[in-house]
């Protein structure tokens, strides 16, 4: 063998070995990002890559000007029924009332009648609902904005970093950043279509937020509290991301 | 060949700069100057695959297979194209016995932490390879030019043996112009259709000029179906070309000529 074919070899076995180096790498930086796979089906790894996503979605994407496209009466499409936690237990629409807690408050400051919010300005607006799972569906929404209803109600709450909400049962809840809850879109809704919500789609009132996925668009909402916190979330709790912003 | 690596004698200064500077500990180096010696294997171990490309194309590999993984288990839980015509259905993507056998169901939040973590890895990859192409000068060899679609065809024809004699080509012939340049603008539409379905309200600009937000979806899926296609092609290709050209792709050089005598 002359020695350009001895430097030939050593450079073939010098560059599959890194291959080799490589692929053993990438099996074993696998396996170290999925270690501590807990309950959630979510390695803390995934989840502190999905956090710094949510930083970066949100200081260099977000924007209140930034608005869900808005559909034609004609766009609006049949819509589907998807999910049922928090819905179980019979409700008495008379007996609702919705509980806020405003930043730091350990109990309710007060409760409100369907009624009494809807007093606040109306907001209506044509906009799809988009599943986590992938379809999405158009819908006519009406409502009053969160945030003219934290801004008469909860007046400084705004500058917490989240808003918990929940069903009256606690058995479904959101977590959402206030910057998001406070989003000109985001609306407290008591009726679908020109017609007030069934209780499939959350009645008496739900929430409907075009910046997330259907999954904080939280229905039949029973408290709502602001928190520096983040609050607990049904679906976070289970390994999806915790901001979902769209 | 053997003239290349014959007589050159180093001058004594020559060796001894060499030796202060350079390849301490390496054998050679003391019977010979390191730069005599790479001048010739510069000469005879021609670079065809820069050492840059071989790693972005490597890299890519573990990262695409995760995307395309990921993006099955997300994919699944609204499974709604399809091949057909009407209410036609000639395949179905995907059917259960697809699912079962790749235990890809029920999965949706652990494609979505895979896919929103190795996107990052995956744009990263793809903008140093371009970059580095641009830079290099090595987009020349890569991208297609003037004949590239009349050649192209000849290639086709003659893989498929219905024509003798290959049209003049450089490193790549003009199939291979067409489809590597193809694929990294797939990746690039990957990257687009996928920032326009992951935030459809914050780049809604972005969603609405791709057709909207199913549209983009439906985009983003053919486009991988894309690169499935492309494997299949290239897996085949690189079989039919052989060790020497696979190799190539690992150590960056043609394996030299073994010679008859003397060996």
């Known amino acids: 063998m002359n020695s350009i074919q001895q430097e030939a070899s050593k450079r073939s076995r010098r560059a599959f070995l890194t291959l080799g180096a490589g692929a053993v790498g990438v099996i074993g930086g696998w396996s170290w990002l999925n270690r501590g796979k807990g309950l959630t089906g979510l390695a803390p790894a995934f989840r502190s890559v ?37 819905l179980q237990e019979e409700l008495d629409l008379a007996e609702w009332r919705l509980k806020l807690l405003p930043r730091g408050a350990k109990e309710p400051s007060r409760e409100f009648t369907v009624e009494e919010i809807k007093a606040l300005p109306r907001v209506e607006h044509i906009t799809s609902l988009k599943c986590i ?65 069934t209780s ?22 029973g408290t709502i509290q602001f928190a520096d916190q983040r609050p607990p979330d049904f679906w976070a709790n289970l390994g999806y991301d915790y901001y979902c912003g769209l | ?10 001058t004594v200064g020559e060796s001894e700069a060499i030796s202060k500077n350079d390849c301490i500990g390496n054998k050679m180096a003391v019977l010979r100057p390191w730069s005599s010696i790479r001048k010739e294997l510069i000469m005879t171990l021609p670079t065809k695959h820069p ?17 395309i993984w990921s993006g099955l288990l997300i994919y699944w839980a609204n499974d709604v194209y399809r091949v057909g015509v009407g209410s036609v259905t000639a395949f179905h993507f995907f059917p259960d016995w697809f699912y079962k056998l790749t235990t890809l169901n029920n999965r949706l939040s652990e494609g979505m932490a895979i896919h929103f973590l190795v996107m990052w890895l995956f744009a990263v990859n793809g903008i140093l390879y371009v970059a580095y192409t641009l830079i290099s ?21 003659y893989d498929l043996k219905l ?28 990257l687009i259709t996928g920032f326009a379905i992951y935030k459809p309200t914050q780049v809604a600009w972005l969603t609405g000029l791709l057709g909207g937000y199913d549209m983009a979806r439906w985009e983003h899926f053919w486009l991988t179906m894309g690169y499935v296609a492309f494997f299949a092609v290239h897996i ?28």
């Open chain 2, 163 to 190: 024509r003798k004699e290959l049209p003049p080509q450089e490193k790549y012939n003009a199939a291979q112009r067409i489809a590597y340049t193809s694929i990294l603008l797939m990746g690039a539409g990957s």
């Open chain 1, 50 to 86: 999905l956090d710094a996503n949510e930083k970066v979605a949100s200081s260099v994407l977000f924007s209140d000007s930034h608005l869900a496209p808005q559909f034609a009466p004609g766009d609006i499409q049949e819509m589907r029924v998807n999910g049922s936690e928090g």
């Open chain 2, 137 to 157: 000068g090595e987009w020349r060899l890569l991208f297609p030019d003037r004949n590239s679609p009349k050649d192209a065809l000849a290639v086709v024809l």
């Open chain 2, 1 to 10: 060949m053997a003239s290349l690596f014959g007589g050159h004698t180093p």
């Open chain 1, 133 to 197: 799972e992938g379809w999405s569906v158009v819908q006519k929404w009406a409502g009053v904005r969160l945030s003219d209803f934290t801004r008469k109600y909860a007046a400084g709450s705004e500058a917490a970093s989240y808003v918990g909400i929940a069903t009256p049962d606690d058995e479904y809840n959101v977590g959402i950043d206030t910057p998001s809850a406070m989003h000109p879109q985001t609306l407290l809704c008591y009726e679908m279509n020109g017609q007030p919500l």
């Open chain 2, 236 to 263: 085949a290709q690189v079989a039919k070309a052989g060790w020497n050209n696979f190799q190539s792709m690992v150590t960056g050089f043609d394996q030299p000529a073994r010679e008859a005598a003397g060996e």
């Open chain 1, 200 to 221: 499939d789609h959350g009645a008496p009132l739900r929430l409907v937020i075009p910046v997330k996925y259907g999954v904080k668009n939280i229905k039949r909402i």
């Open chain 2, 51 to 67: 050492l840059a490309i071989r790693w972005a194309h490597w890299v890519n590999f573990p990262i695409l297979t995760l995307m």
